[in-house]
């Protein structure tokens, strides 16, 4: 069963910004802290921003200082707002749990390239 339905995928110019959304079920998004995660051709799944349920947001180095991840708690949603894109966030991006991943969405493809 997949609980998360990622979109807001695209292609952007480097320097470009976008924001990613999340839909994630009540249950889970009231209880659990939530990440995003990608994935590039030929590469292993990366962790890229986590978000707790009070609002903490923790990220990677990659993503310091350029994505902003927030919680809507009306729509049940996590977002993933991207700036200042580089060729190298490229990828598949899904959302999951910042604990143990449940089974993963079909993801929201960001493409950067001019």
């Known amino acids: 069963q997949v609980d998360f339905v990622e979109s807001g995928g695209s292609l952007v110019q480097p320097g470009g910004s976008l924001t990613l959304s999340c839909a994630v079920p009540?249950?889970?998004?009231?209880?659990?802290?939530m990440g995003w995660y990608r994935q590039a051709p030929g590469k292993q799944r990366e962790w890229v921003a986590g978000?707790?349920?009070?609002?903490?947001?923790t990220y990677a180095d990659s993503a310091k200082g350029r994505f902003t991840i927030s919680r809507d708690s009306a729509k049940n949603t996590v977002n993933l707002r991207m700036t200042n894109l580089k060729p190298e966030d490229t990828a598949a991006y899904y959302c999951?749990?910042?604990?143990?991943?449940?089974?993963w969405g079909q993801g929201t493809q960001v493409t950067v390239s001019s």
């Open positions: 978000i707790t349920i009070m609002g903490r947001a």
């Open positions: 999951n749990l910042l604990s143990v991943p449940r089974a």
């Open positions: 009540e249950s889970i998004f009231n209880i659990h802290s």
